[in-house]
């Protein structure tokens, strides 16, 4: 039985606390021009992209109002297809549905549940215009080898970073490798605000078409506002993607401790990692080459046909013992019936009709690692910011008599 618990998170320091309380003394709680002090430090956070590009970060209400500022400021709209995972929270399709587009799904590595750049190419048709890869559970995807893919084949690439904050890859953080990159910073991520999140461009010209589309006027660079105000461009035409700038407090109080509580993580799952070495009935995954992962979540993959035992009798074993689970992904995107307009019978949705146009049938798509993994898997939260060995070596303990026959 686990007697040990993870320390708060996210940790609400008591600076942080003053600076909210205030933030609404002074009434500020919504700005027209968003967080620019917190965007500034964010560029600073992220640095150059592997072209050696300033970044051009653009805060607002979402993550995937996020995924959806990249994409459109890239110019992918209706039709465009865009080659993403199965395997990740739904938002990330969704922003691609939102705007018109279409997924393509290529497979992920049964064990990591991360994007097999092999299984990306061979999906690259004319109407594809980019990559959407995702650094799922904290750990890096192999970014730096899609990159290349999609430089050969000239198209983008995009990473979704929503889960992997400071996370590394070759030296460089996660947001580096694409043409720009979408995080969360909704209250359970890495880097946790209240709601929110942001978009990381290397490509000005990008940023400035994303933020017509949900930035007021008035965060516009002055010279840049007069003239796409005198070409008519400036309008009212606005998705709403202002953010709370209590949120944008919280999140820029806890960049400065975001590494070292990484860090925490990282050493928490290395020893875990250890605890379980040679029990062959569970399997966690292990960084990449180059890699540098922080466990956002921990994810396992358990073998019901080496221990006799059903994922959901596991989970509940693990449940029974203190070590709390859940089912994160039961289906991989591409079978959720409200992805296929063929025979469907619920309620109205909306890109039913952009799928039928393009002729996307996902009932013919082939992602076996996705579908494998999904009745697997098995998810803890993994909030344990400071080091703790005793908690890892119960939480090894508590699964290992999970599968134990």
């Keep these: 039985m686990l007697t040990r618990r993870p320390p708060p998170f996210p940790r609400r320091r008591d600076e942080a606390i003053a600076a909210v309380v205030e933030q609404l003394k002074n ?10 002090e917190l965007e500034r430090e964010l560029e600073t956070f992220h640095g150059p992209g592997i072209t050696g590009t300033k970044p051009t970060v653009f805060y607002l209400s979402s993550g ?63 109407r594809t215009r980019g990559i959407l890869c995702v650094h799922l559970f904290g750990h890096p995807c192999a970014a730096a080898e899609l990159r290349r893919i999609a430089d050969r084949r000239g198209i983008l690439l995009f990473e979704d970073g929503s889960q992997a904050h400071g996370a590394r890859l070759d030296g460089l953080r996660v947001g580096a490798f694409g043409h720009a990159s979408a995080f969360s910073c909704m209250g359970l991520k890495l880097l946790a605000g209240t709601e929110g999140g942001y978009a990381v461009f290397h490509d000005p010209a990008a940023a400035e078409r994303a933020m017509l589309y949900g930035r007021h006027p008035r965060g516009l660079p002055p010279d840049r506002a007069a003239v796409l105000g005198e070409a008519g461009l400036l309008d009212a035409l606005q998705l709403g993607w ?64 080496r221990c006799g035992r059903t994922r959901n009798d596991i989970a509940a074993r693990m449940n029974a013992a203190g070590a709390g689970n859940f089912h994160y992904i039961p289906v991989p995107i ?25 002729g996307a049938d996902y009932r013919a798509a082939e992602c076996p690692g996705a579908e494998w993994r999904c009745p697997r898997e098995i998810t803890l939260g993994f909030n344990w910011t400071e080091d703790d060995p005793e908690a890892m070596g119960q939480l090894a303990a508590a699964i290992r008599h999970a599968v134990a026959a």
């Design 242 to 305: 202002r953010p709370c700038t209590i949120g944008a407090v919280l999140v820029r109080h806890a960049l400065p401790h975001l590494d070292a509580e990484n860090a925490a993580r990282r050493r928490n799952g290395g020893r875990l990692r250890a605890a379980l070495a040679g029990l062959d009935a569970v399997a966690l995954h292990q960084d990449l080459p180059g890699a540098e992962g922080c466990d956002h979540l921990l994810s396992l993959v358990v073998h019901p046909e």
């Design 334 to 358: 591409h079978r959720l019936k409200r992805l296929d307009p063929h025979g469907y019978d619920g309620p109205r949705v909306f890109w039913h009709d952009q799928l039928l146009r393009a």
């Design 64 to 126: 995937t109002a996020a995924l959806m500022a990249i994409l459109l400021g890239h110019g992918i709209g209706p039709g465009d297809e865009v080659i993403t995972t199965p395997y990740t929270w739904g938002a990330t399709v969704s922003a691609v549905l939102a705007i018109g587009a279409i997924p393509v799904f290529a497979d992920v590595d049964p064990i990591s549940g991360l994007m097999r750049p092999e299984t990306v190419e061979p999906l690259i048709t004319p």
């Design 27 to 36: 009434g500020d709680w919504t700005r027209l021009e968003g967080a620019p």
